[in-house]
T-cell receptor
Framework: GQQLNQSPQSMFIQEGEDVSMNCTSS?????WLWYKQDPGEGPVLLIA?????ELTSNGRLTAQFGITRKDSFLNISASIPSDVGIYFC???????????FGEGTQLTVNP | DGGITQSPKYLFRKEGQNVTLSCEQN?????MYWYRQDPGQGLRLIYY???????QKGDIAEGYSVSREKKESFPLTVTSAQKNPTAFYLC?????????????FGAGSRLTVL
């Protein structure tokens, strides 16, 4: 299946710092989703984006649907230790098609 | 509360044995999925089902089998033909939201082959 390029693969930051990660695709997507996976658990949906240029916030998290429809960004402000986990992007090309997942960004927050 | 229940959480298996992982959802979702996750890697699709009594192979179906006899249930059998079955297995279900397949995941089952 198609792959999304998600970067960075891992991040080590200090508590209080801001975080940015992104996903890019060679195809145009109609939907971008961002998930967070805590260690040993299943991924949980953070933010869903349905329109090019859309900017959506969920607490300290902000995600954007790129204007080209080939990329998406997730920002976390003022990180805290419980932000630790793996963040996945996922994209869908057309209505009803399968989701394609990125490889994930492993975030470590040092207190 | 609605959700997806996977069991068991941890499972140990000897080589050559088949094992079945359970996945039950009470979200009334039509579609269900099985993913495999290896350490430091993303999610790879094993099988998915969009309706009862029908399912399709994903990207890594070899050595796995599924059934979808009820809307709520989508069990995964890891057969002895799977060469490297040790992994974290995730079940998910989905509904269409604004035309998008928004997946809800279970808590996962970790299979270790001894």
């Amino acid at each position: 299946g198609q792959q999304l390029n998600q970067s960075p693969q891992s991040m080590f930051i200090q508590e209080g710092e801001d975080v940015s990660m992104n996903c890019t695709s060679s195809s145009i997507f109609n939907t971008w989703l961002w998930y967070k996976q805590d260690p040993g658990e299943g991924p949980v949906l953070l933010i869903a984006l349905y329109k090019a240029g859309e900017l959506t916030s969920n607490g300290r998290l902000t995600a954007q649907f790129g204007i080209t429809r080939k990329d998406s960004f997730l920002n976390i402000s003022a990180s805290i230790p419980s932000d630790v986990g793996i963040y996945f992007c996922a994209g869908q090309e057309t209505s009803g098609s399968r989701l394609t997942f990125g490889e994930g960004t492993q975030l470590t927050v040092n207190p | 509360d609605g959700g997806i229940t996977q069991s068991p959480k941890y499972l140990f298996r000897k080589e050559g044995q088949n094992v079945t992982l359970s996945c039950e959802q009470n979200l009334n979702h039509d579609a269900m999925y099985w993913y495999r996750q290896d350490p430091g890697q993303g999610l790879r699709l094993i099988y998915y089902s969009q309706i009862v009594n029908d399912f399709q192979k994903g990207d890594i179906a070899e050595g796995y089998s599924v059934s979808r006899e009820k809307k709520e249930s989508f069990p995964l059998t890891v057969t002895s033909a799977q060469k490297n079955p040790t992994a974290f297995y995730l079940c998910a279900s989905s509904t269409q939201t604004s035309g998008a397949n928004v997946l809800t995941f279970g808590a996962g089952s970790r299979l270790t082959v001894l």
